[in-house]
C-alpha cells in the first residue's frame, strides 16, 4: 500500500462506472480508503449493491448500461445529488473475448465498441456539466491492444485505441475548464475475470508471464494506487496521459535475453 494521507480525497465524489468487480472495484475501495464517497455502477442492480456494501456504508450502488446514454446521464445526476459534488469519474466497464475476425459477428464487435468507447463517451459526455471544475480528473481504463495488436482481438484493439484518442481530444477541449481526462493502461491483472478469458489455463499464466519484463502480473491495488496518483493533486499537472502500469508489457516480449538469465 502506498503512503498517500489518508484523508486525500476528503470531500471529493467519485463515480465509477463498471465498479462492480475487478479493476474498477479496486480503484472504489482505494478511493474511499482515503475518504471520497463513492458510487459503482453496473448493470446489475444486486451487483451494484453488494459492490457497494463492499466498499463502506454510505457508498452508492447504482443500475445502468453505459451503451445507454439516459440511463446514464440519470445515474451520474443522482450521484452529484447525493453528494454534493463531483470531482472524479472513473469509466471502466468493458467486454472481451477471444475470436477470430472471421468468426465474429458485426453485433459482438459493435458490442465491445459501444460498452469500451461509446459507453466511456457517454459517462465523461454526462458528467461534464456536474464537474467541480477546475480540479476535476476523469479517468479512463484503456488497454495494452490500444497501441499494440493482437490476434484475436480486432474488436478489444479497435475500441481501446479510440478510448486513447478520447482522452486525448477531450484533455484538449476540458482543459481550459480545468478538467484533467487521463487513462490508465493496465498489464495482466491477477485475479479479474478478464485474465481468466484471456489467459483460462496455467500454460497461459506462464507463457504471458514469462513475456513480462517483470516477469509476474500486477494486482488490483496496484492499478487503484495509479488511480489514486491521476485523481490527487500530485498530478495536477497531467492530462491527456495514458498510464502504462504493465510492468512493462508494452516493451515488448521480454521472455528471451533479460538480464542475467543467461548467467
Known sequence: MSTFSANLLVG???????????????????????????????????KAAAAAASIRCDAIGLSCDVRDYPATRRVIEMTASS??????????????????????????????????????????????????????????????????????????????????????VLAMEWGP??????????????????????APTAEAVATRTARIPLRRFGTVEEIAESAVFLCSDAAAYVTGTILDCDGGSQLGDASSGAAGESQ
Open 83 to 168: 453528494f454534493g459534488s463531483l470531482d472524479i469519474v472513473v469509466s471502466g466497464a468493458a467486454g472481451n473475448f477471444l475470436a477470430p475476425a472471421m468468426d465474429m459477428s458485426s453485433n459482438a464487435f459493435r458490442t465491445v465498441v459501444d460498452i469500451d468507447l461509446n459507453g466511456t463517451f457517454n459517462v465523461f459526455r454526462a458528467c461534464y456539466d456536474l464537474l467541480r471544475k477546475p480540479g476535476a480528473s476523469l479517468i479512463a481504463i484503456s488497454a495494452g491492444q490500444a497501441v499494440n495488436p493482437l490476434m484475436l482481438q480486432v474488436h478489444a484493439c479497435a475500441a481501446k485505441a479510440g478510448v486513447n484518442q478520447l482522452v486525448r
Open 12 to 46: 471529493k465524489g467519485a463515480f465509477i462506472a463498471g465498479g462492480t468487480s475487478g479493476i474498477n472495484l479496486g480503484i472504489a475501495k482505494r478511493l474511499a480508503q482515503l475518504g471520497a464517497r463513492v458510487a459503482v455502477a453496473g448493470r446489475n442492480a444486486e
Open 177 to 198: 475548464a480545468g478538467v484533467r481526462v487521463n487513462g490508465i493502461s493496465p498489464g495482466p491483472v491477477a485475479g479479474t475475470e478478464g485474465m481468466a478469458r484471456l
